[in-house]
C-alpha cells in the first residue's frame, strides 16, 4: 500500500502546490458558478416561492457547468509540457495518477463549490435543515463529475474547439448524476428523506472510482501516442 | 382495402399533418443519407485518383504509413 | 508489440480474412445492392400494409400509422448504437481497423434514426397526448442517445491522426454504452417522482395482426437499409484509410477507366 501511497501523494501534492500558484484560475470557476446562479433570478423573477423550488436544480446545474469549464485545464499544461508523456512512461500505475490528478482537481475547484453553495441556498430561501443534504449531495456527487469529466478531458486533449467537444461529450454523461443529485434536495424538502438518492450517489462515487480512472488512462494513451 | 376514396388516404381521418409530416421528414433524411453517401463514394474516388496522378505511390513510403498503422 | 500484433494480422484464415479491408472491400460492395434491394422491398410492403391494409385503431384513429416508422427506428437506434459499442469493444481488444471503420460508417444511420424516432414521436405525440413533448422516460432517453451519437460523430471528426480518431471514438462509444443502462434508470427514476404533469402513455394496445406484421416489416427493412448504407460508406472510409496500398491503386485505375 505504502509503494502505491508515494507517487499518488507526490502527484497530489504537486497539482495542488500548482493551483496554488495559479489561484486566480481556481478564483475564476468560483466566481463562474456564483454569477451563473445570481443570474436565475433575473431570468425567472424575483418571487420568492418559485426561487426556493428551482433552487436544487439551479445550484447543480450551476455545479455541472463550472465544473465543465474548469475540466480543460485538468490535463492540458501537463500535456504543454511534456509532463504527461514522462507520467505516461513511468512505471506507476496510470490509473493510480490520474486519481492523484483528479482528487488535486476536485479539491481546487469542486470543494470550493460545495463550501459555497449553502449560502449562495440562502439567497433562493431554502430551508435552513436542507443546507446539510445539498452540501452532502454535491460533496459525493461532483466527485463523480471530475471522474467522468476527466475521461472526456484526456479524448479531447489538445484538439481544435476542444471546449464546447468536451461538453458534447460529456453533458450527457452527468444526467443520472444531476437527476440524483438535485433530486435529493428535492427529496428532502417534499419530506421524502434524501437517503435513497445519496447512497445511489454514494454507490455512483464508488463506481466512478472503480471504473473512471481506468477509462482516463486509456483515452490519455490513445491522445498521447 | 381499408379506404373509401384516395382522397381520404390523403386525409388520414383528419390527422394528415401529423401522419405525412412523419412520413415526409423520415424520407426526405433518407433521400439526404443516400445522396450524401453517393456524393461521398464520388467525392472520395476523384480526390483519391487526383491524389494518385500528382504524386505516384512509392513503396518506402507505403511501408512506412502500414508499420504506423 | 507492433510487429506481434502485424504477424498476427497477415494470417488470415477462413472467414476471418474479410477482416482485412482489403479483403472485405469488394465483398461490401457485392452484398450493399442486395441488402438496398431487400430494403426497398420490405419496405414497400410494409408501407402496403401499414397504410391500406391494417385496420383503423379504435383508439387512436388513423394518427397511429406513424408507428410503421417510430417503432422501427427507436429500435434502430438503440440497437445501432450496441452493434457500434459492439465493433468499438472488438477494434479495441482485437485491434482490427476494419472494426473501427465499422463503428464510424454506423454512426450517420444510427443519428438518422435516432432523429427520425424524436421527430415521429412528436408528431405522434401531439394528437394523442396534447402535447409534441414530455419529459418522459423513453423520451428523454432517446434525446440523451441523440447526443450520444452527435458527441461520438463529432469527437471523430475533429481528431485528425485517424488512429487516434478510431480509438477515441471506440473509447467513448462504450463509455456511452455503460451509461445508458444507468442513464435509462435514473430517468425512469426521475419521471415516476415528478407525477405532477405527466401524460399517461398509452400502454401497448392490443394490435390487430395486420398492423404487427406492418410493424415488423418495416423493422427488417430498417436492418436492411442500415447494412446497406453502412457497408456504402465503409467502403469510402476503406479507400481513404487504404490509399497508399497498391489495391486501391489498381481499385482507382478501373474506377478512372470505367469513368
Not at chain 1, 74 to 90: I, K, N, R, V, Y
Request: charged fraction near 15%.
Amino acid at each position: 500500500m505504502n509503494g502505491l501511497m508515494g507517487p499518488f501523494m507526490a502527484v497530489l501534492r504537486r497539482d495542488l502546490m500548482l493551483a496554488w500558484r495559479g489561484r486566480t484560475d481556481v478564483l475564476v470557476t468560483l466566481a463562474f458558478f456564483v454569477i451563473v446562479v445570481c443570474l436565475f433570478p433575473f431570468g425567472v423573477g424575483p418571487e420568492t416561492n418559485q426561487l426556493r423550488e428551482i433552487a436544487p436544480g439551479v445550484l447543480w446545474v450551476a455545479a455541472l457547468l463550472s465544473t465543465l469549464l474548469s475540466l480543460n485545464r485538468l490535463f492540458a499544461q501537463d500535456h504543454a509540457d511534456g509532463t504527461l508523456e514522462q507520467l505516461l512512461l513511468s512505471p506507476e500505475p496510470t490509473a493510480l495518477w490520474v486519481v492523484a490528478k483528479v482528487a488535486a482537481h476536485w479539491i481546487v475547484t469542486g470543494l470550493p463549490l460545495v463550501i459555497v453553495a449553502p449560502g449562495l441556498a440562502l439567497l433562493f430561501d431554502v430551508q435552513q435543515d436542507a443546507l446539510g443534504v445539498l452540501v452532502l449531495s454535491l460533496a459525493l456527487g461532483s466527485p463523480i463529475l471530475a471522474l467522468l469529466g476527466a475521461v472526456g478531458a484526456a479524448l479531447t486533449l489538445g484538439l481544435r474547439g476542444g471546449g464546447v467537444l468536451l461538453a458534447l461529450l460529456i453533458l450527457p454523461l452527468y444526467v443520472p448524476v444531476l437527476i440524483f443529485g438535485a433530486g435529493a434536495v428535492d427529496a428532502h424538502l417534499g419530506g421524502m428523506g434524501a437517503s435513497a438518492q445519496l447512497l445511489l450517489l454514494g454507490g455512483g462515487l464508488l463506481g466512478a472510482l472503480a471504473a473512471a480512472p481506468f477509462a482516463c488512462a486509456a483515452a490519455l494513451r490513445i491522445a498521447i501516442e | 382495402m381499408e379506404w373509401a376514396s384516395w382522397s381520404a388516404f390523403w386525409a388520414m381521418g383528419g390527422s394528415a399533418f401529423f401522419v405525412w409530416g412523419s412520413y415526409f421528414v423520415t424520407a426526405l433524411l433518407i433521400g439526404v443519407e443516400l445522396m450524401m453517401v453517393r456524393h461521398r463514394r464520388r467525392d472520395t474516388v476523384r480526390r483519391l485518383i487526383r491524389l494518385r496522378r500528382a504524386a505516384p505511390p512509392r513503396a518506402d513510403v507505403r511501408v512506412i504509413e502500414e508499420s504506423v498503422q | 508489440m507492433m510487429k506481434e500484433k502485424l504477424s498476427r494480422s497477415t494470417e488470415p484464415k477462413s472467414w476471418l480474412r474479410f477482416s482485412a479491408p482489403q479483403m472485405f472491400y469488394p465483398l461490401a460492395g457485392k452484398m450493399a445492392p442486395w441488402f438496398a434491394a431487400v430494403a426497398a422491398v420490405l419496405g414497400v410492403v410494409g408501407l402496403y400494409i401499414g397504410l391500406f391494409v391494417a385496420p383503423t385503431d379504435f383508439q387512436q384513429g388513423e394518427v397511429y400509422r406513424v408507428i410503421f416508422i417510430h417503432v422501427p427506428a427507436a429500435w434502430m437506434s438503440m440497437f445501432v448504437y450496441l452493434v457500434m459499442a459492439f465493433w468499438s469493444a472488438v477494434g479495441l481488444v482485437m485491434n482490427t481497423r476494419l472494426s473501427f471503420m465499422m463503428a464510424k460508417a454506423l454512426a450517420p444511420t444510427g443519428a438518422m434514426f435516432c432523429f427520425v424516432a424524436l421527430w415521429t414521436g412528436a408528431l405522434w405525440g401531439k394528437p394523442t397526448w396534447g402535447t409534441y413533448w414530455v419529459w418522459d422516460a423513453r423520451l428523454t432517453s432517446q434525446l440523451l442517445l441523440m447526443f450520444l451519437y452527435l458527441g461520438f460523430m463529432a469527437l471523430t471528426a475533429a481528431i485528425e491522426d485517424p488512429r487516434r480518431s478510431d480509438r477515441a471514438g471506440a473509447l467513448i462509444a462504450l463509455v456511452g454504452a455503460v451509461n445508458v443502462p444507468i442513464i435509462y434508470f435514473s430517468v425512469s427514476w426521475w419521471n415516476t417522482l415528478h407525477q405532477g404533469a405527466s401524460v399517461s402513455l398509452t400502454k401497448a394496445p392490443s394490435m390487430a395482426s395486420t398492423m404487427l406484421a406492418g410493424m415488423l416489416l418495416m423493422a427488417f427493412a430498417a436492418w436492411a437499409y442500415t447494412i446497406a448504407v453502412t457497408l456504402w460508406r465503409v467502403r469510402s472510409l476503406i479507400l481513404e484509410r487504404e490509399r497508399h496500398t497498391e489495391w486501391v491503386g489498381h481499385e482507382l485505375d478501373a474506377q478512372e477507366g470505367r469513368a
